[in-house]
């Protein structure tokens, strides 16, 4: 099976400063690649699908890259708002695998 | 607007059965393919399961194959999972969400508010 591969676990940054959360496969998944952020204590919301398509209403200071077995999602300029554990998952075939999570905190 | 209602949660011992339930509308429910998806209290998420759009389709994740059973009903519009032989560590909340294809797989652009399921003794 597929293994996905977030890092870093966590992090923290100020506001307003670029932030990127890099996802890694262990093999080739195309772009078969999504994006959820999860709020603390809320359910989690699909941000980005395709690698790199930004779902309808999510701030355009989110944005998602890269194809094969590395992935990137970047939120240009952290906001308060943003806290919160983002996860990536293949879906492709099954087993539809999510990466650990990057906590990402307000410094 | 999409909904989708978790229900059927609750305290089970260990080795104990347990069905949730997932009461889906606002879209074409026959047409997409539906997940579980579970998390474990302050962990991740765990992809569960996963049925096509006719249910032509079944993948379970290896953690409960042989334990878990999904189906779904295309006249009620519900999903289900059955839960035998339960552990500790299935203790988790289960999420019922939509995927966007009609075939297993495609990004989940729907969650339930999720069901605790609880084993212990």
């Known amino acids: 099976d597929i293994q996905m591969t977030q890092s870093p676990s966590s992090l923290s940054a100020s506001v307003g400063d670029r932030v990127t959360v890099t996802c890694r496969a262990s093999?080739?998944?195309?772009?078969?690649l999504a994006w959820y952020q999860q709020k603390p204590g809320k359910i989690p919301k699909l941000l980005i699908y395709?690698?790199?398509t930004l779902q309808s209403g999510v701030p355009s200071r989110f944005s998602g890259s890269g194809s094969g077995t590395d992935f990137t999602l970047t939120i240009s300029s952290l906001q308060p708002e943003d806290v919160a554990t983002y996860y990536c998952?293949?879906?492709?075939?099954?087993?539809?695998?999510f990466g650990g999570g990057t906590k990402v905190e307000i410094k | 607007e999409v909904q989708l209602v978790e229900s059927g949660g609750g305290l089970v011992k260990p080795g104990g059965s347990l069905r949730l339930s997932c009461a889906a509308s606002g879209f074409t429910f026959s047409t997409y393919s539906m997940n579980w998806v579970r998390q474990a209290p302050g962990k991740g998420l765990e992809w569960v399961s996963s049925?096509?759009?006719?249910?032509?389709?079944?993948y379970y994740a290896d953690s409960v194959k042989g334990r878990f059973t999904i189906s779904r009903d295309n006249a009620k519009n519900s999903l289900y999972l059955q839960m035998h032989s339960l552990r500790a560590e299935d203790t988790a909340v289960y999420y019922c969400?939509?995927?966007?294809?009609?075939?297993?797989?495609?990004?989940?652009?729907?969650w339930g508010q999720g069901t605790l399921v609880t084993v212990s003794s």
């Open positions: 998952q293949k879906y492709h075939s099954a087993p539809l695998t």
């Open positions: 093999q080739d998944i195309t772009n078969y």
């Open positions: 049925i096509s759009s006719r249910s032509s389709y079944i």
């Open positions: 969400a939509k995927g966007n294809w009609n075939d297993v797989g495609g990004e989940i652009d729907y």
């Open positions: 395709a690698a790199s």
